[in-house]
């Protein structure tokens, strides 16, 4: 990288599919394009986890009903 200004530009990572359907390509994403997924299982788990109290309540009424 010798020209200055070819610091200051970004490129967005490759893409799959056309028009509406078009996404970033997972296979191309890397931590450098700020994509680093390392505990998104876990923070999915966990949420999932948090979230299954209030699904029953709704399931049975706020009152205990049902």
């Known amino acids: 990288m010798t020209d200055p200004f070819e610091k200051a530009t970004s490129t967005a990572p490759a893409t799959l599919g056309e028009g ?3 996404r970033y390509d997972p296979n191309a994403l890397t931590p450098e394009n700020g ?3 390392d505990g998104a299982a876990a923070l999915w ?3 999932q986890q ?3 109290p209030a699904e ?3 399931e049975k009424g706020a009152e205990g009903e049902g």
């Open 20 to 22: 509406c359907l078009s």
């Open 35 to 37: 994509a680093d997924f």
């Open 45 to 47: 788990r966990e949420l």
């Open 50 to 52: 948090s979230e299954m």
């Open 56 to 58: 029953r309540l709704v």
